[in-house]
């Protein structure tokens, strides 16, 4: 009898324990695929109309629910956060940058693994959002980050072994991405809305 009581009075207290919410802000956000830019190195800017703007919403979903979480893995007593969406749909990626006030939310991601870098700046009385992806997954990236990791000699800025590859790295080390995506439209709080 005291071995079912103490199984029962476990669960309940793990269950208490791991119904912690992480969620720090949820968003429902709709971008218009008539305002979708696409910027390609060496090109420039991609008029709308060659652009397979079907193709660009299924991937990068132009109608989404971004949410941005307390990364369960942090230490040291600095919240880390984690963003997910239709994009970094699992687990969520690493955010850079992370800023919330009364009027905007400002967020960057780390490089994920398919060097790709998503920014977003909303503003939270009107929910205008711009939404930008960032894509460097070129042999040009590979081989340049490689090679200063490489280097002992050479300290990559925005980076060590610890931290993720930040756009400011990529940026101070003149790296340009193959292809931009810009996205226009607005990001409300809450779901379904």
Not at 24 to 40: A, F, G, H, R, T
Not at 99 to 115: E, N, R
């Amino acid at each position: 009898m005291k071995k079912y009581f103490l199984v029962i009075f476990c669960l309940f207290f793990l269950s208490k324990a791991e119904s912690k919410s992480t969620n720090v802000l949820m968003l429902s956000c709709e971008y218009d695929p008539n305002l979708i830019k696409k910027e390609q190195r060496n090109i420039g800017i991609i008029e709308n109309q060659k652009l397979n703007l079907k193709e660009i919403c299924r991937s990068f979903g132009c109608t989404d629910t971004v949410e941005i979480n307390t990364d369960k893995t942090s230490s040291l007593g600095k919240d880390k956060y984690r963003l997910r969406n239709s994009w970094f749909n699992h687990q969520g990626i690493l955010l850079e940058n992370f800023k919330l006030t009364k009027q905007s939310v400002s967020i960057d991601t780390f490089v994920s693994q398919a060097y790709f870098v998503e920014t977003y700046s909303i503003n939270r009385i009107s929910g205008k959002t711009q939404r930008t992806f960032y894509r460097f997954d070129n042999s040009e990236v590979f081989y340049k980050i490689q090679e200063l990791e490489n280097d002992l000699n050479n300290e990559i800025p925005h980076f060590n072994k610890k931290n993720k590859l930040s756009l400011k790295t990529l940026e101070s080390l003149s790296l340009k991405p193959l292809e931009t995506f810009f996205f226009d439209g607005i990001c409300l709080e809450g779901t379904g809305v």
